[in-house]
């Protein structure tokens, strides 16, 4: 350990005690009892954190090539969230995916572990709830009182969200085994009328007080999208060529697809090969537990088969949780705890839990979440005792480095031949590549409001709107209920360049292999490749692609 390490570690254990929600989807260990406070004092207190670790970060000298990195990686991370601090991102934040009420949420939903969930300390988080909504609602009047409100649709969606929140927490209250004298769970339900109460009325205060002084108005423009790709991506961009290439990558990817098409329905149009896919028995499931199994026996089959041929994956790895959330939070995965008391988890939303759920598109996805993807990187970082406990457990922080990695590990499957039945391989293209080329065009063309070019056969001239937006998605994601149509527009629209983290990662990922290989010639080994690629462990995407280009 050196100097740099032990500022690393001291800053992460001073970190999860300021924002206890996000240490939780970190995987960080020893603040399960507790909830982010939202306020303005807590969001001053992250901030002067970050100051007075930079100013530490200054003053010690790296004695290594590894201290240089986590220098590196440490000062671009602090600096950024100052920047969100000055800009005001982050006193009066609501938004779609991952804003403090999604936070609150997660945070209790990732103690809900069965028969070894942690009672006691679901109850001290949703008897901290009420307070947690409380100092949101203050950071909210107080940017309110300086004119900055969300926009209308994401104030809506977190009043709904609140109001769904409610019957979870009296389903996991229910669950709860009696103790003696049953003190325990009358505690539990308790705690939880109170959360509920709190939700409730949160929710009046944002349809009520804050809705109505909302913008209608969406974009955020060039500074502030700027802004979302340092955070996300840990890069800077042309914008307007960004856009240029998500719309080449878009079509390059359709070419694909309709040559994937007619190996399944050879001269049908991609709409009717995917109609025909989509009912198919040999790919559909009835009901979500089993959904759930098929894809927990679709990850463990991965690991068997990438394990000592591939990959090394250690023993901790060779379990993934797959789990189905108790509301709609989209497909996401959790690395494992630092302690390894919480496995990796992949939760994944279904609709109708009684009703078929389709498969074809599954396995791209599984791949991205599970192994290679986020399990085995993230995974592989937590357990990396070469690396500072920063390093180890900052992964969240860096979405263009690990979503970048996810959509790669769908490809890389592709080429190792684990799309042998042409249906999963369109299901790979349509679900994972398409979609994402997609949010480049739409997430980039929404904030800028810029101009649909001419040969793209959409609203040729025309400018962005989200009413175009979710006719463009609906184009790009197949029968999917409208509901989640909307949900991806409300969730670019309120986190500016998030979405195009995957599609702008992978490509650097790409970048950076092919240059290893041309670099190394017949000497070039894609396993040696990842394995001192992921112990790098996580950082911006400028960080990642100077550190792949050394010798």
Known sequence: MTALDDLADRYMDEFAALDPCQAAMMGIAGQDSRLTDYGPDGVAARADLARATLARLDATPAASGPDRVTAAVMR?????????????????????????????????????????????????????????????????????????????????????????????????????????????????????????????????????????????????????????????????????????????????????????????????????????????PAYRITGAEAFRAWIQELADQAIDDLDGVHFDIPGPLRRIDCRIPPTESGIYYLAPAEDLSRPGTVWWTVGDPGADIVTWSVPGIMFHEGVPGHHLQLGLTVLNTGLNRYQRLAGELYPGYCEGWGLYAERLMDELGYYRDPAYKLGMLAGGQQFRAARVVLDIGLHLELQIPAGTGFHEGERWTPELGFEFLRAHTGPEPDAMVAFEIDRYLGRPAQAIAYKLGEKVWLEAREAARRREGAAFDLKAFHHRALDLGPMGLDLLRAELARP
Request: hydrophobic content about 40%; proline content about 6%; charged content about 30%.
């Open 76 to 280: 671009e991370r602090l600096e950024t969230e100052l920047a969100l601090h000055e800009a005001h991102v982050l006193d009066g934040s609501l938004e779609t995916i991952d804003g403090p009420v999604q936070r609150v949420r997660t945070s209790i939903e990732l103690l809900d572990q069965g028969k070894d969930t942690d009672w006691d300390a679901v109850g001290s988080r949703l008897a901290a709830l009420p307070g947690t909504l409380e100092g949101l609602r203050t950071s909210l009047d107080l940017a309110r009182r300086d004119g900055r409100v969300a926009a209308r649709r994401q104030v809506a969606r977190n009043a709904r969200e609140c109001l769904d929140t409610p019957a979870y927490l009296a389903d996991l209250a229910g669950r709860c085994p009696a103790g003696p004298g049953e003190a325990p769970r009358v505690r539990l339900d308790a705690a939880v009328q109170a959360a509920s109460q709190a939700l409730v009325e949160f929710a009046a205060f944002l349809t009520g007080e804050l809705g109505p002084g909302a913008p209608d108005r969406d974009p955020l423009g060039a500074d502030r999208y700027l802004l979302g790709v340092r955070d996300f991506l840990g890069t800077t961009l042309d914008l307007e060529d960004t856009y240029a290439w998500g719309w080449e990558e878009l079509a390059r990817i359709r070419a694909e697809m309709d040559q994937a098409g007619e190996q399944i329905l050879p001269g049908e149009p991609p709409e009717a090969v995917r109609a025909a896919l989509d009912a198919d």
